[in-house]
């Protein structure tokens, strides 16, 4: 019988490399590594920035997900750290830029704001007290995490849950700020305790990485010697509790 199953249900750091988005069996990604290193595979549902809810709603809304129920041995959230990013329009209003139309409208509100998005987080991190809005609350991000987990517990009791604590960045289109962070962290670090999960500290194994400068060029995304580093780590906490 074949290795262990992870279920990882994880935002665009999962699937970009140092120059693009990688394929989901791209070998050198950290839950391909992590699989790897475990002798099983891993089964990656992800998005470009995907924050908690949306991983919800994929374990909700996905019917592929609902087939890899009976077999998974472990999950992992890799999930959260996109919604510690600053969203000077509220996270509703910007996700329907996509849908505007006509395509010459979109286009140009698009460009628009990411043209104003870093000033305004600059802006917004110095006057507002706790750094502005981001993407997604704390509050909001420990409720969908624990929702995700105890779904899934439900179907699979008794196997483990890694989750992440928001990682670093140095994106411009961010403005480089990161104003979120901490208090995500905190949140995290709370939920986990309540519930057991395990933690992947994703600023200890790749802040430097990424802040000095070794990264993809957008500021966020990593290059290979990163995701293999995140993958061991994950590997790691898994290992002695993974069984099949």
């Known amino acids: 019988m074949g290795g262990p199953i992870l279920l990882v249900l994880a935002d665009s750091l999962a699937f970009h490399g140092p120059e693009r988005a990688e394929p989901a069996d791209e070998p050198r990604l950290w839950p391909n590594v992590a699989a790897t290193a475990l002798g099983g595979r891993a089964e990656l549902v992800a998005g470009i920035g995907w924050t908690a809810r949306h991983a919800w709603h994929a374990l909700t809304h996905d019917p592929r997900v609902w087939a890899l129920m009976p077999t998974v041995d472990a999950l992992v959230l890799g999930v959260g750290g996109m919604d510690t990013l600053p969203s000077p329009l509220p996270t509703a209003v910007r996700e329907l830029i996509p849908a505007l139309r006509p395509d010459g409208l979109r286009r140009a509100v698009r460009a628009g704001y990411l043209r104003a998005q870093p000033p305004l987080a600059r802006t917004l991190a110095s006057v507002v007290p706790g750094g502005g809005p981001v993407a997604l609350p704390p509050r909001l991000t420990v409720r969908y995490l624990e929702r995700c987990r105890r779904a899934v517990l439900a179907l699979r009791p008794g196997i483990p849950v890694v989750a992440v604590l928001p990682p ?71 290992h002695p509790r993974v069984e099949r």
């Open 168 to 238: 670093v960045h140095r994106a411009a289109v961010y403005g480089s700020v990161h104003a979120g962070r901490a208090a995500a962290e905190y949140a995290t670090r709370a939920w986990a305790r309540g519930c057991g999960a395990a933690l992947l500290d994703l600023r200890a194994l790749v802040g430097e990485h990424v802040l000095g400068g070794h990264g993809n060029p957008d500021g966020m995304h990593w290059g290979w010697q990163a995701h293999a580093a995140v993958g061991a780590a994950c590997a790691e906490l898994l």
